[in-house]
């Protein structure tokens, strides 16, 4: 037999290696049998022997990312400016930092994240609907005004 007869009896396989179906289903073969398949390894604790680390680390990926989307609220472009201003609030005193309790003041942190915010304004110009546009220029405005005010009272 030539190699040309040869490599036409052999020919190819074809797989499909797509998760979902046309209709947007999880294809049986892709579903954990069991609950306890889909749970993370505990910690420390290396993959089965008859699991190869590659799809431990998937389903470990996928049960955490699955958990987290569903404890946090969507990110916006609205949520994202927020919490730099609230992080800038907290560095200017006027909150309390979230982690220790306690109100503090760090006047160039906030002056450098006013600046962030105001880099964002510059970038993002001309691709904010309305809302967006008036919220971001009325939170630097805000912001802007209690840096100079605290700038220019001496710390006690």
Do not use: C, W
């Not at 404890?71 to 992080?87: K, R």
């Not at 309790?101 to 006047?107: H, N, S, V």
């Not at 001309?126 to 405005?141: T, V």
């Amino acid at each position: 037999m030539s190699d040309q007869e040869e490599k036409e009896e052999k020919g190819f396989k074809i797989q499909d290696r797509r998760r979902f179906s046309a209709q947007g289903d999880l294809k049986p073969e892709f579903t954990a049998p069991t609950e306890t398949a889909t749970t993370p390894p505990a910690a420390g604790n290396p993959p089965s022997a008859t699991e190869s680390p590659e799809s431990a680390g998937e389903q470990y990926s996928s049960a955490t990312a699955s958990a987290k989307a569903e404890s946090l609220p969507e990110i916006t472009f609205a949520s994202f400016v927020i919490g730099l201003s609230t992080q800038a609030l907290v560095h200017l005193g006027e909150i309390p930092d979230p982690m220790s309790g306690q109100t503090r003041r760090d006047l160039p942190e906030a002056q450098q994240l006013i600046d962030l915010i105001g880099i964002l304004q510059e970038k993002t110009r001309g691709n904010l609907d309305s809302d967006e546009a008036s919220m971001l220029q009325a939170i630097l405005f805000d912001l802007r005004m209690k840096y100079v005010e605290l700038a220019d009272t001496p710390s006690v």
